[in-house]
Every structure is written in structure tokens, then in C-alpha cells.
């Protein structure tokens, strides 16, 4: 069974700029999760959506970030305009969204650097 | 609201010793509780999870006891090896939600 695909791996860009990331999760997941981990923490949830609609976005500095999750499968991050702080590793996540408890599995991540 | 407390890293130690990662949480309800483990290089992957009071969770060596009474959930391995060198992340998901609330992650080296 293939695992999250993320993309690009590594992105350098510089402040203002913006940027996407594009997330493939495993076949039939029906939840799909952004996180976004700063160097020295742990992940924190951005965005999460059950098929196609938000379910959660509490946490997403709405004013640059943006993401969506067209058709029930791919799911696009953007970032515009980039900050310094935006600097972090971007995780895709997904999981069925049925089982109790909840196993979600992580891809690689796409590294952002801000410059 | 909800959170996880891990003991700050780096954990240093020598192989075949044992190990113990703290973690606590505060959370309404009853939450299911993870460690997720992240290798050098690689993504996040789960190692063990338990999802209710008294549960004990195991996998490749390690298990953590759900403890309510304490709001704890403690990862121990009897014998590290090198390759158990990683970041360790305790999680929890809140009752009624699926989305994980991690820790700040405790680093293990180990060294031979």
C-alpha cells in the first residue's frame, strides 16, 4: 500500500513570495490533515478535511494560508505571502476517518525555508 | 484546552539500557493517547496507542501504560538499541475527534 505523497520535498523562498505544497494521501482515506511542525516542537494541526469539506481550520492563519481539498483526494497547501516564520516542515496526514481510535498515517513532509 | 507535557530532551543513553520517556496530558473526557516515533530522514509513524483507562499499548519492545488517575502515559523500553535513536512524540486525540494534539517531542540517543 503506497503512503502520503508529498511534494515538493525541499522549497527555499523569499519573505512575501508565495508557495504550494501538493499532498497525495493513501488510497480510500477520507480524512486528510495539514500540520505544520516548527523546528524543535511538535506538529501542530492546521486544516482538516473529511472528504471533501472543512471540518477543522481553527488553527489556520486564514489571512496567507489557504488549502483545499478538491474532489476528495489531493489537497493543495498555499502560503501567500510567505512570513520568516512560516519556516517549518509541512506534514499531509490522512486516515480512513471511520476507526476508533483514529490511526493516522504521515508523509515525509515538505520542507519550507523562508528567507 | 487540550495539550501534551514531554520530558525535555535530549535522552542520552548507552545501549541495553533502560529507557523511560514522560508524558502527561490534559484533556476533557477520554482521550486516546500515541506515541508516534520519527526516525532520522523520515516521516512521523505511529508506535503504540491506547484508547482507554488501564490500556497498555506495546510495539518493537516498547509499551506505555494509559494511567487516567495520573493523566500519564509513560513510554518504556526494557533494552534500547542504537537504532532506536529518534524523536519520540506523545499524542493524544481528544473524545469525539480524530485530529492529534502532539507534544513538543523528546529526542533518544543512544549510543553503543
Known amino acids: 500500500e503506497a503512503g502520503v505523497a508529498q511534494s515538493p520535498r525541499y522549497k527555499i523562498i523569499e519573505k512575501r513570495q508565495s508557495v504550494a505544497f501538493w499532498c497525495n494521501p493513501i488510497?480510500?482515506?477520507?480524512?486528510l490533515y495539514w500540520y505544520q511542525q516548527i523546528l524543535g516542537q511538535g506538529p501542530k494541526l492546521l486544516i482538516q478535511?473529511?472528504?471533501?469539506?472543512?471540518?477543522?481550520d481553527s488553527q489556520l492563519p486564514k489571512d496567507r494560508f489557504s488549502a483545499e481539498r478538491l474532489k476528495g483526494v489531493d489537497s493543495t497547501l498555499k502560503i501567500q505571502p510567505a512570513k520568516l516564520e512560516d519556516s517549518a516542515v509541512y506534514l499531509c496526514?490522512?486516515?480512513?476517518?471511520?476507526?476508533?481510535?483514529?490511526?493516522?498515517?504521515f508523509g515525509e513532509g515538505s520542507w519550507l525555508t523562508v528567507v | 484546552g487540550n495539550s501534551v507535557t514531554q520530558m525535555e530532551g535530549p535522552v542520552t543513553l548507552s545501549e541495553e539500557a533502560f529507557l523511560t520517556i514522560n508524558c502527561t496530558y490534559t484533556?476533557?473526557?477520554?482521550?486516546?493517547l500515541f506515541w508516534y516515533v520519527q526516525y532520522p530522514g523520515e516521516g512521523l509513524q505511529l508506535l503504540l496507542k491506547?484508547?482507554?483507562?488501564?490500556d497498555k499499548g506495546s510495539n518493537k519492545g516498547f509499551e506505555a501504560t494509559y494511567r487516567k488517575e495520573t493523566t500519564s502515559f509513560h513510554l518504556e523500553k526494557g533494552s534500547v538499541q542504537v537504532s532506536d535513536s529518534a524523536v519520540y512524540f506523545c499524542?493524544?486525540?481528544?473524545?469525539?475527534?480524530?485530529?492529534?494534539?502532539f507534544g513538543s517531542g523528546t529526542r533518544l540517543q543512544v549510543q553503543p
Open positions: 496526514a490522512s486516515s480512513r476517518g471511520q476507526d476508533r481510535p483514529n490511526t493516522i498515517y
Open positions: 488510497s480510500g482515506h477520507a480524512t
Open positions: 478535511f473529511q472528504n471533501n469539506g472543512v471540518v477543522d
Open positions: 484533556a476533557t473526557g477520554y482521550p486516546s
Open positions: 491506547a484508547t482507554k483507562a488501564d
Open positions: 499524542a493524544l486525540a481528544p473524545t469525539g475527534r480524530r485530529a492529534l494534539t
